[in-house]
């Protein structure tokens, strides 16, 4: 099992930044791959970015040279940063790892609310 703590959602302003933070209980690069994933209000929740356990990221085209995936293995931590916000961006926002192709787990969520 993994269990995951999302932080850094909150507030911005359209055309702003955020940056979210995951960090599991166990070493990321014995992670088959971490996931950001977003449900809005009414629609179904939706994969954001990825990043597999060699690196290789896979972004949704909405966010697409917007926001950037990344972990570091000192902190041992996932990252997402999120510029040039838009109100459609407000979501909660999870993280999900997975130990096995089949085995996910998933964070408990952080809100992004994107407004002026």
């Known amino acids: 099992q993994v269990q995951l703590v999302e932080s850094g959602g909150g507030l911005a302003q359209p055309g702003g930044s955020l940056r979210l933070s995951c960090a599991p209980s166990?070493?990321?690069?014995?992670?088959?791959?971490m996931e950001w994933y977003r449900q809005a209000p009414g629609k179904d929740r939706e994969l954001v970015a990825g990043?597999?356990?060699?690196?290789?990221?896979n972004y949704a085209d909405s966010v697409k040279g917007r926001f950037t995936i990344s972990r570091d293995s000192a902190q041992n931590m996932m990252f997402l940063q999120m510029n040039s916000l838009k109100p459609e961006d407000t979501a909660i926002y999870y993280c999900?790892?997975?130990?096995?192709?089949?085995?996910?787990?998933w964070g408990q969520g952080t809100q992004v609310t994107v407004s002026s």
């Open positions: 990043i597999s356990s060699g690196g290789s990221t």
């Open positions: 166990r070493s990321i690069f014995s992670l088959y791959s």
């Open positions: 999900r790892a997975r130990t096995t192709i089949r085995a996910a787990y």
